[in-house]
Structures are given as C-alpha cells and as structure tokens.
C-alpha cells in the first residue's frame, strides 16, 4: 500500500521559508513515477506547485518558479518543497502526490499539511 | 497556462439523481483529463483518469466522457457519500492546472 507523509512546520514569518517533507512507503520514489505538491487555501481551491521524476526532472508553476525548489533524496525516500519569501498568500493546506508517468494523473496523496504564514 | 473551467461552480442534488459535471479546457488536452472527489478535511481521490478511465475501487457509477476541450463526469444515481466537491485537472502540460471545482450539496 503505497503511503505518502507531509511534515513541516505549520507557521511560518512572512519573508521566511518553507521546507516540507514528504515521506514515502509501499514505493521507491526511484521508480518511474512523478512526484508532486499541490496546495489548497483555506476554503478555495487546488493549485499545482510542481514535480520532480525519478530521474531528477523538475516543472514548476511558472506562478512560483522564481521562489520553488523541488528536490528527492532517494537514500530516505522522501522528497521535498522548499517555498522562499512567504506571504499571507501562501497559507494553504500542501499536499504531496504521486503522479502516473504515463498521464501525470495523482493517484496516491498524503494527508496535507496545513501552512500558516503570520508574524 | 491551460485553463480549465468547470460548471456549475455548485449543485444541490438529492440522492438517486443523475448528475453531471462539466470541464473545458482553453486549448486541446487530447485526452488528459482526470477527475477528483475532494471531502471536508481530506485530500482528494482519483476517481477518473485519462478522460476516461475508472479508477480501481471506485463505484461504476461515475464515469467521465470527452476529448479535447470538452468533458464530463457523470454520476448515474446520486448516494449519500457522493457529497463533496468535485475537481477537473488538465495533465497535457505544465503547469497541470485544475478547475475551479463543483460542490455537490444535498438538496
């Protein structure tokens, strides 16, 4: 059973940055598959935040691109966002996902993780 | 960036009712459509990929439609779980935007 874990810190400054983690099981993030963030504000809806292969390929949100990195380490499984220069509007619930490699399609998340941006 | 919009933003249905909700894509996505049921609190579930294709577990009665800019999922006979918010994802190309969702409510 494939499985995926945020963890990260729920507040955050504004102007500071946030690193989140997503911990895999029942998967290699090795293998042949995309894996994702998406982020939902408070009562709105899913954005995609970007991807990265198994082979180390990175897309990114073009919205976010100057301020997102993307990255996996495969000796713990996990991969990992990194948002810089925060902002009120960047308080969501972050989702990882992992998506098909065939159809980019998300087909396992993790629970999210809610993210608050406040002095 | 690709577009996508869905309609109705909401829908008050009761259960036993036929339901369908639509997508469009602002160019040719061929058939990379997926579809999302999204409940209070949780993270969202693939119900349909590739336009089309029904996800293993998930009930035969949604099923979506279309190609290119346009399409649909459709639930044949509403049940009390099927309450949520529904969203549309475009997975042509980056970034692999989403629609604004539908929110199915109980009439």
């Known amino acids: 059973q494939v499985q995926l874990q945020e963890s990260g810190p729920g507040l955050v400054k504004p102007s500071g940055t946030l690193t989140l983690t997503c911990a895999v099981s029942g998967a290699s993030i090795g293998s042949s598959y995309w894996w994702s963030w998406v982020r939902q504000p408070p009562g709105k809806g899913l954005e995609w935040i970007g991807e990265?292969?198994?082979?180390?390929?990175?897309n990114y949100n073009p919205s976010l691109k100057s301020r997102v990195t993307i990255s996996a380490d495969k000796s713990t499984n996990q991969f990992s966002l990194r948002l810089n220069s925060m902002t009120a509007a960047d308080t969501a619930v972050y989702y990882c996902?992992?998506?098909?490699?065939?159809?980019?399609?998300?087909?396992?998340w993790g629970q999210g993780t809610l993210v608050t941006v406040s002095s | 960036d690709i577009q996508m919009t869905q309609s109705p933003s909401s829908l008050s249905a009761s259960v036993g009712d036929r339901v369908t909700i639509t997508c469009r894509a602002s160019?040719?996505?061929?058939?990379?459509l997926n579809w999302y049921q999204q409940k209070p609190g949780k993270a969202p579930k693939l119900l349909i990929s590739?336009?089309?294709s029904l996800q293993r577990g998930v009930p035969s009665r949604f099923s979506g439609s279309g190609a290119a800019t346009a399409f649909t999922l459709t639930i044949s006979s509403l049940q009390p779980e099927d309450f949520a918010s529904y969203y549309c994802?475009?997975?042509?190309?980056?970034?692999?935007?989403f629609g604004q969702g539908t929110k199915l409510e109980i009439k």
């Open positions: 994802q475009q997975s042509h190309s980056t970034p692999r935007t």
């Open positions: 990265i292969y198994s082979s180390g390929i990175t």
């Open positions: 590739t336009a089309s």
């Open positions: 996902a992992r998506g098909d490699s065939n159809n980019w399609s998300l087909d396992y």
């Open positions: 160019q040719d996505i061929s058939y990379y």
